[in-house]
């Protein structure tokens, strides 16, 4: 315990631990972002040195608790910091612990928290980003390192199933891509098609009983192609009587991308397979409202559809918003190409 710590306090003070101390500081949101990501990938390697859990298990955690964090503020509250594990103070301190507040990781360690010293400076703070993910490593550490012990821990520690999906999917993409910036998003339809579409989410649908549209539609001619928003872990792919031949999406936020009424899929696409954003993944159609195969029944047209995931439940919001700013931004990406060509 003693050498790994000392390790980590070494790693810690040694190395610049944000991105803007390398390539200079600037007010830009988006190098803000990228600084972030480059922070945070910097703190996830740094634990992986010296426990040997590979930073993207460490990584998909981290961000499935930023994502809870967003829909559970209140519930979750704590001082900013670049991670976003929350351990709640009798998980930290242990739950018979008479300090709730303790930062000994003796003392800690004896009433059962899991609370550990990731910088070797004495104290675990679950506030320190270093002592938090040190924390976690030391819990997923007492199951093993296979992906199989992975999933064990993450059950012992969320008991539901969801969370153990979704950050197995994060764990996937950081796993694929190595790195932590997956946030670029593309139109679902290619530029040179013709299609149109207006916001219809929240509107009434009848058919099987009385619902709102939960998606906006994007009315363009059969066999168009449809392209991930996104990167993301093919979580459903199949038939949906409202929605017909459709696929769903799971990208690094936790957001479930839904494109419905397909006239047929990507053949060599199959669930649990990661995509990237404008990536082919099925063709507009008009399946739906019906048993399997059943078409025709409305003009042709993709369904699209996005949902927030608080840990228990889904919900939709209106994608409309997006649809127009990844449409401006893909189109001013090809003008930009254009024009210097």
């Known amino acids: 315990m003693i050498y790994i710590t000392t390790a980590i306090l070494s790693m810690y003070c040694c190395h610049p631990t944000s991105a803007a101390e390398i390539n200079g500081s600037t007010t830009s949101i988006e190098t803000k972002q990228m600084d972030t990501l480059a922070s945070r990938k910097l703190l996830y390697e740094k634990i992986s040195v010296v426990t040997n859990i590979p930073w993207y298990r460490i990584a998909a955690i981290d961000q499935y608790e930023h994502t ?54 004495g104290m675990a703070d679950a506030n320190n980003d270093m002592d938090v993910l040190y924390s976690m490593a030391d819990y997923l550490l007492k199951y093993g390192q296979s992906k199989d012990d992975f999933s064990i821990a993450l059950w012992e520690y969320y008991h539901n199933s969801r969370s153990v999906q979704r950050i197995q999917q994060f764990s996937k993409l950081y796993e694929k891509f190595d790195t ?48 991930s928003t996104c990167y993301g872990v093919v979580e459903m792919k199949g038939w949906n009587r409202y929605g017909g031949w459709r696929i769903g999406i799971r990208d690094i936020h936790n957001h479930y991308h839904y494109f419905a009424h397909l006239s047929g899929f990507e053949k060599a696409i199959k669930a649990g397979d990661v995509v990237n954003p404008g990536q082919v993944v099925g063709w507009v159609g008009s399946s739906g409202y019906g048993k399997p195969g059943t078409q025709g029944k409305f003009p042709p047209h ?22 127009l700013h990844w449409e401006r931004a893909e189109r001013k990406s090809l003008q930009t190409k254009k024009g210097n060509s």
């Open 180 to 227: 932590l910036d997956l946030n670029k998003h593309t139109f679902p339809l290619p530029m040179n098609s013709q299609y149109s579409y207006r916001s219809t989410w929240g509107s009434g649908r009848n058919w099987g009983g009385f619902r709102i549209h939960e998606g906006t539609d994007l009315f363009a001619s059969y066999g168009v192609p449809v392209r």
């Open 68 to 121: 809870m964090t967003k829909v559970h503020p209140k519930d979750r509250a704590h001082p900013a910091r670049l991670t976003g594990i929350y351990m709640s103070a009798p998980l930290w301190a242990g739950w018979l612990n008479p300090d709730q507040q303790d930062k000994n990781p003796e003392s800690i360690s004896f009433f059962d928290g899991y609370g550990r010293d990731g910088t070797g400076d």
């Open 302 to 323: 993709l369904h699209y559809g996005i949902y927030r995931d608080n840990g228990f439940a889904e919900w939709s919001f209106d994608p409309y918003p997006s649809l």
